[in-house]
């Protein structure tokens, strides 16, 4: 590490830590937040445009009528 002694200073930033630590944590969740949206919209997109695949019935009733 360049500037700091040791692992404490450079968590702590120089006094700044948390202000700078804080920043990446809610950048973060915010980032994981707006890919599980991203995740949701798509698969409620992906239901809305066929809803029995979504639901899983067209592979059972596919398996059901290979066995009869």
């Not at 450079?10 to 995740?39: A, D, N, P, Q």
């Amino acid at each position: 590490m360049s500037n700091w002694g040791s692992w404490s200073e450079f968590f702590s930033m120089g006094g700044f830590g948390l202000y700078v630590w804080g920043s990446y944590g809610v950048t973060l969740v915010l980032l994981v937040g707006e890919v599980l949206m991203l995740w949701k919209r798509k698969r409620n997109i992906a239901r809305r445009a066929n809803p029995e695949i979504a639901s899983g019935e067209t592979q059972l009733n596919t398996s059901f009528q290979g066995i009869q």
